[in-house]
């Protein structure tokens, strides 16, 4: 019987990021208990939640309060998910991956996952990942990011899977993590539109746990969990299909679960990511949401969004039951059947064509199931394994994902390298939006040209100007707009490129912090003057391109109205001649503009000649030093050893002469010694002679 099962939904607001703080933002989210106290339109809105968590709480204390009771329900065998819900820069990111010093929600799983897998060795473990992104209604696999197509299926045992998705097995805490990991990378940087991505992707990460008793019953457990980060999005204010569907999909999900809606049928057709986590709402699913709100004043109405949506979610009731894991039995019975039929269709001589039919089929059956065996899925892993360093390597992202990158302050890295990838994409809209403009540009010379043949011809009638002169005014307008657009891009790739300075000016100031790093620096300098180089010239080159343009359609609009009023007046023809002769003085200026920009260019470049000599310079400066210092020492350390040669030389003198005076004295005293005996020999001669006895002392 399966058991009901209410969704439980908890408030996160994250703190205000330091930037904000400084900056003076305002907060409008606090929490009381269990609930998120949001001001908006001066009013305070109340959400009661299962839990709510404000300002500075550590992801880890979320988790062990909210997420470990579900990993325990998928260690029995359920199907669990941990969604994150909310719009951009609200914190789901964080929650979910959370950074090294305060790990989200994800990794807390891994290690616990892992853990519990460690005290049960009484069982057999079978785990495999996907990553899972869905981006305006197109999905895209996170491990290894192949162009083939994926879809949606429903499978009777498994339920909802991907055909098509990457399913990578692990054996341990480390080959989940890293995978975690790499896939939130490519999700980051593989992502073709950076904007898009952050406002609009969902992302799934499903682990797979299958396990069995050692050698024992066939039949296992098998619990499918879903990490589940949803945008919320800027919903409105774009007319898409594939951006509404991917957005309000949801919140219709949402809505039908226990919203304004509530009671029709949950229409989990509107979007990818509510069929990819049909389950989760409404189905065989231990489900626990967060709303992720920001606490900024500014974000009011979307934090406000996701607390309402979330909250219509509160109601909603799950049914779940523990899956059991029946591909060995299935294996098993099938295999039997076979053998039984085969049996019977060799021991007759006319087999029926029904028994040989039947026969292929279950044959068929057995392949399928074998599939699912986890020494087949090993195999395909493999093989995942493999293209996956050739997916990761056409996207330009190998390095980047396996970690393989040059050591350094990696958040900054990062940052600069988003950086640069999202002004790749502005310059890439630029220079088709430009390559639009020049040609609008072009189209209406043409037609103005046309134009003014026909009417010096004289062979235009009414209609034929009046249609003429219409055409010309729409490309005009068409022009006026698409301009517009360029302008703004233009002035988003500034904002960028600001950014991406003053990002570089932080790595600078590490850089020359560094001790011992000289040869780094200077590397970095000339390149950054290299790339200022390369820059300054682009955008001369586009600015002339651009003036020169501006002007041949002045030029055009000036030689129009000359034709259009070629019945007016004396007075405004001569007026339409002022006009063009202040168009030809602009000629001059223009030059002039260009000449001011050259100036400009040789007057930065010979800056950045000085401040590179000046480096040198100084390095120059500060090696001579080093060879100063060097000299002295070297020089003391001669007149030391100078010293003490001459000490040495005089002890040995000394001890020479010692020796030589001890070996003469010890000469002299072995001479006294011998005359000394000798007297004695003498004197004893003397006293037998006189036949006297010697006292015994001297004998
Ligand atoms: P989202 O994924 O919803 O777009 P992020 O997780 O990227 O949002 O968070 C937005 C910003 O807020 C980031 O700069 C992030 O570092 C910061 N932030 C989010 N949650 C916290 C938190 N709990 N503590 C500190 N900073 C946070
Ligand atoms: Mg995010």
Request: proline share 2%; charged share 30%; net charge neutral.
């Amino acid at each position: 019987m399966p058991e009901s099962v209410p969704i439980k939904v908890c408030g996160r607001c994250r703190p205000l990021t330091q930037e904000e703080a400084t900056k003076g933002v305002k907060s409008v989210v606090k929490s009381s208990g269990d609930k998120l106290l949001i001001e908006s339109g001066g009013k305070e809105h109340s959400f009661s939640f299962d839990g709510a968590y404000a300002n500075d709480v550590r992801n880890e204390q979320i988790y062990k309060e909210r997420c470990e009771p579900i990993l325990q329900r998928a260690l029995e065998g359920f199907n669990v998910s941990i969604i994150a819900l909310g719009s951009t820069n609200a914190g789901k990111t964080y929650l979910m991956s959370g950074t090294e010093g305060d790990p989200g929600i994800a990794p807390c799983f891994i290690r616990n996952l892992y853990q519990a897998i460690g005290e049960r060795s009484n069982k057999e473990f079978f785990i495999t990942v996907s990553y899972l992104e869905v981006l305006d209604e197109k999905m895209s696999d996170l491990l290894n990011p192949h162009v083939n197509q994926m879809k949606i299926r429903h499978h009777p045992h498994k339920g909802i899977f991907i055909e098509g998705l990457s399913e990578m097995v692990v054996h341990n805490w480390e080959e989940m993590s890293q995978l975690y990991e790499q896939g939130t990378r490519v999700r980051k940087m593989g992502a073709n539109d950076i904007r898009a991505n952050q406002a609009r992707a969902h992302s799934v990460f499903t682990i797979t746990v299958e396990q069995r008793t050692r050698q024992s019953s066939k039949v296992g457990v098998r619990s499918v969990i879903c990490l589940a980060d949803l945008a919320m999005g800027e919903a409105g204010g774009t007319s898409d299909t594939h951006i509404v569907a991917g957005l309000q999909g949801l919140m219709n999900v949402l809505s039908a679960l226990g919203g304004p809606k509530k009671g029709s049928n949950i229409p989990y057709r509107d979007s990818t990511i509510t069929r990819v986590l049909q389950d989760s709402f409404g189905g065989n699913t231990v489900t626990l949401m967060f709303a992720v709100v920001s606490p900024v004043d500014k974000a009011h109405k979307e934090s406000l969004t996701t607390l309402q949506y979330a909250s219509y979610a509160k109601s909603a009731k799950n049914h779940v039951k523990a899956n059991l894991d029946e591909t060995a039995e299935i294996i098993a019975d099938l295999r039997e059947e076979i053998a039984k039929l085969r049996d019977k269709i060799a021991a007759t001589s006319a087999p029926s064509r029904d028994d040989v039919h039947k026969l292929e089929d279950l044959v068929q059956d057995l392949q399928i199931a074998k599939m699912s065996t986890w020494a087949e899925r090993e195999k395909l892993s493999k093989k995942f394994e493999e293209e996956r360093k050739v997916n990761l390597a056409n996207k330009g992202i190998l390095d980047w994902v396996m970690d393989n990158m040059k050591k350094g302050n990696k958040e900054i890295q990062e940052k600069m390298l988003l950086l640069q990838k999202e002004k790749d994409q502005v310059t890439s809209q630029y220079t088709e939006k430009r390559r639009v403009v020049d040609g609008l540009n072009e189209e209406l010379q043409k037609k103005i040209a046309e134009y003014s043949k026909y009417q010096d011809s004289g062979k235009l009638t009414d209609s034929e100007t009046k249609k003429r002169v219409t055409a010309i005014h729409e490309i005009k307008e068409k022009l006026r707009k698409e301009s517009e657009g360029l302008k703004q891009i233009k002035s988003q790739l500034r904002d960028l490129a600001e950014k991406q300075k003053e990002e570089r000016d932080e790595v600078n100031s590490q850089m020359s912090a560094l001790k011992g790093s000289t040869e780094l620096r200077q590397q970095v300098e000339k390149e950054e003057r290299l790339r200022v180089e390369k820059e300054n010239r682009a955008m001369i080159a586009d600015e002339v391109e651009k003036m020169k343009t501006e002007l041949e359609t002045e030029k055009s609009h000036i030689q129009l109205k000359v034709t259009e009023n070629k019945s007016h007046s004396a007075q405004e023809v001569a007026q339409l001649e002022i006009q063009l002769a202040e168009m030809k003085l602009e000629k001059p200026v223009t030059t002039m503009k260009i000449q001011l920009l050259e100036q400009e260019k040789e007057r930065l470049i010979k800056e950045l000649d000085a401040v590179y000599q000046v480096h040198k310079d100084e390095l120059e400066f500060q090696r001579l030093h080093h060879l100063e210092t060097f000299r002295t020492y070297r020089e003391m350390f001669e007149e030391q050893k100078a010293a003490l040669d001459q000490r040495y030389r005089h002890l040995l003198e000394d001890a020479i002469q010692d020796a030589v005076f001890l070996s003469s004295r010890n000469n002299e005293l072995q001479e006294e010694s011998q005359s000394l005996r000798q007297q004695n020999a003498e004197m004893r001669d003397s006293i037998t002679k006189l036949g006297g006895r010697l006292p015994s002392q001297i004998a």
